[in-house]
């Protein structure tokens, strides 16, 4: 089955930082959803329709499942079956930074981890490279030169195109890239959590990454689905906060943020768009980030996600509104 003709018209490409590398402002990750009792077809669906809809970039982890590794066996098998010679089209990445097996050698930031973590992902990927391979964590214990440099071992062996980093505060990006300077390592990107409920990186990270020009990649931009609709009326059978393996907890979705989300959800429809697609496009509206990285276990959610680039633009009112109901 061939795809979309028509798969970069309409969805729109940033720039990474100062790196030469776009990214899609919207780009998928598979942390829930294609683990071991994840159901094939619907994995293969859900990844078809994101290139159908210009997504280009499929997120992993070495630890993504459960149980941990699953999620790149799964995704490696739907890019061989379905992705084939796609593959140029396509930025996959995985990090290392999490437990992943016993022993010291299993966790953390040493280059002995990261170098060995690499090379399993890449055989459940059943890739030569991947597109981005990121140090999940920063590791206090060991030098962030010996991180880096096992970052950079990985592109010049070409089993990495590009270097990232993920849940690295400002001060340490900063840190990091001035070692990347002097290996000459392509490091373009810091992968963090950002969403309506969760602003710290504003002051903490967004400022040191525009100084560096090191790209942002907001995960979890729908708070795991609580910045939808979905929970306004009790938690959903089909929801992850209901699903064993899913990462949300029952206890999240309670009282309080459900009374914020209702008022969230008041905007967005006066915006004539739905509370996902508002708060896409309020993670977006700051041009440091580069990509909204979402997940989503339907494809219909995708196609409302991708939809809500038709309308990017907020108005000082509105700017503020949100920001009463979020203070409230
Ligand atoms: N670097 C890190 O440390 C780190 C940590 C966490 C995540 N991540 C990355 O970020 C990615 C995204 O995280 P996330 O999945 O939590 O992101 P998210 O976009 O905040 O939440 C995705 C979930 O929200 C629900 N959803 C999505 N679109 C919807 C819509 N239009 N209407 C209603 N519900 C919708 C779906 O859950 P239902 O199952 O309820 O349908 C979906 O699985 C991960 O896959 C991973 O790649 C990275």
Not at 3 to 19: A, P, V
Not at 120 to 132: A, E, H, M, N
Request: hydrophobic share 40%; with cysteine.
């Amino acid at each position: 089955m061939s795809f979309n003709k028509q798969r970069y018209d309409t969805m729109q490409f940033n720039r990474c930082g100062n790196s030469g590398l776009k990214l899609p402002a919207i780009s998928m990750g598979c942390w829930n959803n294609f683990g071991v009792r994840a159901e094939p077809g619907n994995m293969k669906a859900l990844l078809r329709r994101c290139f159908d809809l210009g997504i280009t970039h499929f997120d992993l982890a070495n630890n993504y499942g459960p149980p941990p590794g699953s999620a790149e066996e799964n995704v490696g098998r739907v890019l061989a079956s379905e992705f084939g010679s796609h593959r140029d089209e396509l930025i996959i990445s995985t990090k290392a930074g999490y437990l992943m097996w016993p022993g010291p050698y299993g966790d953390w930031g040493s280059r002995k981890y990261i170098l060995a973590s690499l090379d399993q992902s890449l055989k459940r990927l059943g890739l030569d490279y991947v597109d981005i391979f990121y140090h999940h964590r920063r590791d206090p214990e060991t030098p962030l030169e010996e991180s880096m440099g096992a970052l950079d071992s990985a592109v010049r062996q070409g089993k990495a195109i590009y270097a990232g980093i993920s849940n690295y505060n400002g001060e340490d990006s900063k840190k990091v890239m001035e070692i990347a300077r002097r290996l000459n390592l392509p490091l373009v990107i810091n992968q963090s959590a950002y969403s309506m409920i969760r602003r710290n990186i504003e002051g903490s990270l967004v400022p040191y990454a525009r100084e560096i020009g090191m790209g942002i990649i907001a995960f979890c931009p729908l708070a795991q689905g609580l910045l939808t609709d979905k929970y306004l009326r009790g938690i959903p059978a089909d929801s992850r906060a209901a699903n064993p393996d899913g990462t949300l907890q029952a206890a999240g979705v309670n009282e309080s943020t459900i009374s914020k989300v209702g008022k969230l959800n008041e905007l967005a429809q006066a915006r004539g768009q739905s509370l996902a697609q508002m708060a896409l496009m309020w993670v977006l509206r700051d041009a440091g980030v580069t990509s909204a990285l979402i997940g989503a276990s339907k494809v219909r959610q995708l196609e409302e996600n991708v939809a809500a680039l038709e309308n990017r633009a907020f108005s000082e009112d509105e700017f503020s509104a949100i920001d009463r109901i979020l203070a409230g």
